[in-house]
């Protein structure tokens, strides 16, 4: 059994902590957590391995792995050469890592306490239902409904042609990085910024199938 999950703030997606915290994963003989990071994962390892220890099954394995960093107000996503060069080096720590799994190697975290304290700071700004406040939508939108489709929790309704969001947000960052008129902007900080969407990752995989 295995969760492979990004990244945010300093922590573990609410919606992912929510399901490792009521899944029962007692008859799992094996446990493997893989996540992907950008800029600074903090403590991230520790706060899942924890979150899961206290659900009944700490996992026997956690690892991190450096992507791109899509955090949008704070990044310009890599392009070209550079990006090219951060996926040759991401390929190759899930090569380790799938390795590492496939032999059922133990793998348990320990961070340091000064990225654990970061953590706990910087984690505690998510709160699902402000979340999406400074998201809105350019009058270059069409309408095209692609936001609604690839928003993972169905907080997008399209009406009138526009966005509307509707406050139980996850913070994914799909809504803004799959508008193919890059028409939704966050406040005022991803204006000319560009946009990211993980080569090997088509439009349609994250399309909701309903
Ligand atoms: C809301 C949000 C918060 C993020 N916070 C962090 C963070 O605290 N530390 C970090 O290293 N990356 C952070 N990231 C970056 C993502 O973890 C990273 O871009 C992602 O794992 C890339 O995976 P992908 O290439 O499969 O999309 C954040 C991304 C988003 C959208
Ligand atoms: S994806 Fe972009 S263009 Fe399409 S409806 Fe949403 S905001 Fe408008
Ligand atoms: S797609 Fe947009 S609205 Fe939906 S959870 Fe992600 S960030 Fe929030």
Redesign the pocket.
Same mark, same amino acid.
């Given at each position: 059994m295995g969760i492979v999950c990004p990244v945010y703030s300093l922590g573990v997606p609410l919606i992912v902590a929510d399901f490792v915290k009521n899944a029962d994963l007692s008859a799992a003989e094996y446990v493997f957590v893989i996540l992907t990071y950008g800029a600074y994962p903090g403590a991230v390892e520790d706060m899942i391995y924890n979150i899961m220890e206290a659900a009944g099954r700490a996992p026997d394995y956690v690892t991190k792995v450096k992507m791109a960093d899509n955090y949008l107000p704070v990044f310009n996503p890599p392009t070209g050469e550079k990006l090219e060069s951060l996926m040759r080096s991401a390929r190759q720590g899930f090569e380790v890592a799938a390795h590492e799994i496939h032999e059922k190697q133990k793998k348990v975290p320990h961070s340091f306490f000064i990225h654990k304290l970061m953590g706990r700071i910087v984690y505690r700004s998510m709160k699902g239902d402000a979340l999406d406040k400074e998201f809105h @939508?350019?009058p $270059?939108?069409? &309408?095209? &409904? $692609? *936001?609604?489709k690839?928003c993972p929790v169905k907080n997008?309704t399209?009406e009138q042609?526009?966005?509307v969001w509707h406050h139980h947000c996850e913070s994914c960052f799909a *809504?803004i990085h799959?508008?193919?008129?890059? @028409?939704?902007q966050f406040g005022s900080k991803t204006r000319g910024k560009g946009r990211y969407r993980n080569p090997e990752v088509s439009l349609k995989d994250l399309m909701r199938k309903s």
């Open positions: @939508a350019d $270059t939108c069409n &309408g095209c &409904g $692609t *936001c609604e690839v997008i399209i042609e526009r966005p *809504c799959h508008c193919p008129e890059k @028409a939704i």
